[in-house]
């Protein structure tokens, strides 16, 4: 039996959780939380095989969870299932003690295969992020031209509202959607733009000449 414990914020993907968990007989819930804090206090009791911990927590960052994790519970294999595939996130879970680092679109259907295979021993990765590992240590040899920056309307839309200081809460108010949303929109923004920070967004944003265009609807 696997005992599972998952550190997370947003309900819809713990239900996502609980609903795949429903359906197979070799892991089990043991605890969950949505707070960092919570998930700290955890780490006082029986030690998980498996630790699920998104990186972004209403009171800090889940690499600071993993970290503690990593030293509380030396064999449990931690995974990060997070929104953000930027190099300094993924960097900092692995050097923090993570094995495994998944992106929340494509984890949902597969979640208890990924158990598995990380309990067993692997090291479950998205291919994105795959990619992105092997760009960066295996440098192209020539230029890599210029991407393309096709941005759809609603992208354009949460990018002028992160320009002008907007917090994923009110994006989210604005547009009248979930925050969840809103952050699988500043993802694929930033991926779009090749950032990995709000401030680089901003920049590349004006640099690109996105916001002079007027607001698509």
């Known amino acids: 039996m696997i005992g599972l414990v998952v550190v997370e914020d947003d309900p819809l993907f713990r239900q996502s959780v609980h609903d795949a968990l429903q359906q197979c007989d070799d ?36 690499i600071e969870l993993i970290r503690a994790a990593h030293q509380a519970w030396p064999s ?13 996130r993924v960097f900092a879970s692995l050097e923090a ?11 949902a259907t597969g979640i208890v295969s990924e158990i598995r295979n990380l309990h067993a021993g692997g090291s479950p990765i998205s291919p994105l992020i795959a990619r992105r590992l092997l760009r960066y240590f295996s ?21 002028k509202h992160i320009t002008r200081g907007y917090s994923v809460a009110e994006i989210a108010e604005q547009l009248q959607v979930s925050p969840w949303t809103v952050q699988t929109y500043v993802r694929r923004v930033y991926e779009k733009l090749g950032v990995r920070s709000k401030s680089a967004a901003v920049d590349a944003a004006h640099r690109l000449g996105l916001l002079g265009s007027g607001e698509r609807r």
Not at 27 to 43: D, H, I, N, W, Y
Not at 97 to 107: F, I, N, Q, R
Not at 139 to 159: F, G, M, T
């Open 27 to 62: 892991v089990v819930l043991r605890a969950e939380a949505v707070t960092l804090s919570e998930g700290l206090a955890l780490l006082a009791g029986e030690p998980a095989q498996v630790l699920l911990v998104d990186l972004g927590l209403p009171d800090g960052s889940g």
């Open 76 to 88: 449990c294999a931690i995974m990060v299932a997070t929104l953000f595939g930027d190099e300094d």
């Open 97 to 107: 003690g993570a094995t495994g680092y998944l992106l929340k679109s494509a984890l």
């Open 139 to 159: 440098p192209p040899s020539h230029p890599v031209p210029a991407p393309v920056i096709d941005l759809s309307s609603r992208e354009l839309q949460v990018l």
